[in-house]
């Protein structure tokens, strides 16, 4: 196997290493929750950590979208403002979302508080936002960015809702708290390097090769995050 063929197995390789790091920290972390937690209230936590893992999926081809249209594009002006288009549609979805989850809590439908159904809206937003950057970063060509962001973003907010759940009170408030707390600092930190960082090396001038090696990627990624 020549050096090319290695440099171009790389970004799969370090995508299923993220996701792989993805599933074993959650391996680590949910033991430690369970012991920390009421049984019923960590029954509610990991209902809203698989919720998470629904709404990256149902996010209305948002991701989708990102990832056939930014590719093609040579500027970094553009690419940014067909994030920016994504990111709006998504506060518009999550904004509707989050008013029915009041109306249901207010209700008495569901057995949660109103600011605990707003904290759990707000928690799947900054996910889901989260997920769209990444798959930004893969079509961009940033590959190691990616999945330093995935793996980064998951262990700061577990390792938040641990850190409260254990040290201030262990229950629900607190872990989403936590997985808020987390997920906004890496979203904030992700945002502003995509936003600023398309002069580093790996965002340049697209091959066909690149183009093949981006569609690659973005398959394995979806893949590997369906398993994990």
């Excluded at 680590?28 to 369970?34: E, F, R």
């Excluded at 002006?77 to 979805?93: C, F, G, N």
């Excluded at 254990?166 to 979203?187: K, N, R």
């Excluded at 390097?193 to 690149?210: P, T, W």
Aim: hydrophobic share 55%; with cysteine; charged share 10%.
């Amino acid at each position: 196997m020549n050096l090319r063929a290695v440099r171009q197995l790389m970004p799969i390789a370090a995508l299923y290493a993220g996701r792989i790091g993805v599933a074993a920290l959650g391996l680590v972390i949910l033991p430690w929750l369970s012991k920390s937690m009421p049984a019923a209230e960590f029954g509610l936590a990991a209902t809203i950590l698989s919720l998470q893992s629904l709404a990256v999926v149902l996010d209305l081809g948002l991701a989708v979208t990102a990832s056939r249209e930014l590719p093609a594009l040579d500027d970094a002006h553009a690419a940014q403002t067909v994030v920016k288009r994504s990111e709006r549609r998504l506060v518009q979805l999550y904004c509707a979302i989050t008013a029915i989850a009041g109306v249901l809590a207010a209700s008495g439908a569901i057995s949660i508080s109103v600011p605990t159904a707003f904290m759990i809206c707000l928690s799947l937003l900054l996910i889901v936002w989260q997920n769209i950057l990444v798959v930004a970063f893969i079509s961009r060509q940033r590959f190691f960015i990616s999945t330093a962001t995935q793996f980064l973003s998951l262990l700061l907010r577990h390792c938040c809702s641990l850190a409260l759940v254990v040290l201030y009170s262990a229950t629900l408030d607190a872990f989403v708290i936590g997985q808020v707390v987390g997920a906004a600092v890496v979203l904030v930190v992700s945002r502003v390097i995509f936003q600023h960082g398309h002069k580093l090396s790996g965002d340049h001038a697209r091959s066909g090769s690149s183009h093949s090696t981006i569609s690659i990627a973005i398959v394995v990624y979806g893949a590997a995050g369906a398993c994990a």
